[in-house]
């Protein structure tokens, strides 16, 4: 199957979910955005695993296992997301063992997977399904077009109204503002609205 690598684009504070963060993920070729919703552990884990230069006190989880993954002579190769059902993706780890080779695949949620990649400095990946199905594809340094929608409705965002409401045109500018604003649990639904009304089409 022909992969695609991801690499991690940041973290931001969830606006609208008490102790969520989402992740972003980008497709390093065609720079499709794959936002993931992830608890508070895990964003902070992801991030200490991110600045080599930071260690805590006492290892936290991710850090135990990456330990014991190594004290076995085992390396984690690769992380792979390969697929999304309602709203949440599913991955698999792959570790190798370093004297005989062998290959060894456990499953596991996305931002564990993610948490131990980064110690890893392994590479993640995604199919181009789960791209197709919650990817979004911006430009974010090319700035947001209006495309009709009024600045008020821009201000209140499609939390304030009803998605149905809105054109695919307007959905598909309102999903680039909340992307470039970083309010990411506001841009999944409207990718979850989009991705409704495309399904109804096909």
């Known amino acids: 199957m022909d992969y695609k690598k991801l690499i991690i684009r940041g973290i931001s504070y969830s ?29 902070q884990s992801i ?8 260690h805590p006190p006492r290892p936290l989880t991710h850090d135990l296992f ?7 002579h085992y390396t984690l190769t690769s992380v792979i997301i390969y697929q ?17 080779g062998e290959e060894f695949i456990m499953d596991a949620r996305t931002s564990d997977a993610v948490a131990m990649a980064v110690r890893f400095d392994a590479p993640i990946y995604t199919t181009q399904q789960v791209l197709n199905e919650a990817g979004i594809l911006l430009d974010l340094e090319s700035g947001i077009k209006n495309d009709g929608v009024e600045p008020e409705e821009e201000e209140e965002g499609p939390t304030s109204a ?15 503002i909340a992307v470039k604003e970083e309010d990411f649990d506001a841009a999944l639904d409207l990718q979850e609205e989009i991705n409704r009304r495309r399904k109804k089409i096909d």
Do not use: C, H, W
């Open 15 to 43: 606006q609208t979910q008490s102790g969520a963060y989402a992740l972003l993920l980008e497709d390093e070729e065609t720079s499709v955005k794959l936002p993931v919703v992830i608890g508070n552990f895990e964003a």
């Open 47 to 54: 991030s200490l695993g991110l600045e080599k230069d930071i």
């Open 66 to 72: 990456a330990k014991f993954v190594t004290s076995v």
């Open 84 to 100: 999304i059902i309602d709203g949440v993706f599913f991955s698999n780890i792959s570790f190798l063992n370093n004297g005989s």
């Open 162 to 176: 009803r998605l149905d409401a809105f054109s695919m045109e307007e959905l598909l500018s309102l999903l680039e």
